[in-house]
């Protein structure tokens, strides 16, 4: 893959774990675009990655700041990284702009303040609701709940594998194989209803976080 | 934990699960009572399991079988290991039998014959039905839903966590105790309300074990 013609937007780009994206994609080379509804906040962002980029020998990163709309429309593929309270209504800001489009939903239904408890929406989950929200001509991939945002944002190997769902088999191995540039694997695990599995199980991490004061993940075995 | 002085039945315990859960409890010394709706059948469980244990040179497993009702009476912990269509009547079948009790729910609202498609009832998971259909008065715990039968039923190390939920912190702790004694790691993994990622993660496992021709499992990392 040639990371350098692929641009990716990340919707919500400035948080967590949007930041810990940023920075591995554009370390792999790929073109981002970090977007947020605070345009100067992602300009900020980018800069900072920039910055981060040269003084850790990394090269020059190909990095910039934008609005979630101007993100989405000049993204190849989008990362949508929001907390679910702003779920919908970042969707609806990009609706036009990623049609045609493979959308990656981060976003984990969690309902705070019990963050520990499963509590899956209406709908199933975030990702099922994001493929109704955006239509059947946007293949949407639910993907990297389960991967902490702290480990993203760090140089250490990312002891998690990531459940990718979501109806369009082509999209799905298309994100396996991005998320396998930046060595994370990858697993075929269904449609997009199945994102139910990898929403609920980051309650459980929570909860085991919490005990261990770690940031835990999970490994499939057997394979 | 004296293993010997703990009675525990297995309802639905001549499935496949069932069965795996009987051989690993009786040959780490449990009294094992294989439940099932048909007495009979669960009697000649009973016996194949304790030929495998002299065969095996396991010594002479406490086994027996009986009717559900009748293994849950004489239980001090219950098992249930039905499939989903079986489990509100099962549940009923044994409800009075296990008031005051700590009952382990294993069963997987699977939906065949889709059954790699993660299906959560309404009520969100078998695991919080099960504590709404026995009472406040029964400790409900769910576990062991992502370790696959033909584990169990080996004599391989299960490489394969187990995410426990329940609302009882103690019986919680009490069946990831049973675990330990059967060599698999449980995890303390929140309320029963989280009963959902393990039970949704099952589905994605079934996608894993098809395109890997495995028994794939999980492992929980950086804890």
Request: charged share 15%; aromatic share 2%.
């Amino acid at each position: 893959m040639e990371t350098s013609a692929i641009t990716v937007g990340i919707i919500g780009g400035t948080g967590d774990l949007g930041t810990g994206l940023a920075r591995r994609l554009a370390r792999a080379g790929f073109r981002v675009i970090v977007g947020s509804r605070n345009e100067s906040g992602a300009q900020g962002a980018a800069e900072a990655l920039k910055n981060l980029g040269e003084t850790s020998g990394w090269g020059a990163l190909q990095v910039s700041g934008a609005s979630n709309s101007e993100a989405a429309t000049a993204a190849d593929l989008v990362f949508v990284t929001v907390p679910f309270s702003a779920h919908s209504v970042t969707l609806e800001s990009i609706h036009e702009a990623v049609q045609g489009k493979v959308v990656v939903d981060v976003t984990v239904p969690l309902v705070p303040p019990k963050v520990a408890r499963v509590q899956l929406p209406e709908g199933g989950s975030a990702g099922q609701l994001a493929q109704v929200a955006l239509g059947d001509n946007v293949r949407v991939v639910s993907a990297m709940q389960n991967v902490a945002a702290a480990h993203l944002n760090s140089d250490d190997t990312i002891d998690c594998d990531v459940l990718v769902t979501g109806n369009n088999k082509e999209a799905r191995q298309q994100v396996i194989d991005i998320l396998q540039i930046i060595d994370v694997r990858g697993f075929h695990a269904g449609m997009i209803n199945n994102a139910a599995a990898a929403e609920a199980l980051t309650s459980i991490l929570i909860n085991i976080n919490k005990q261990y004061k770690t940031h835990a993940g999970i490994r499939i075995t057997g394979v």
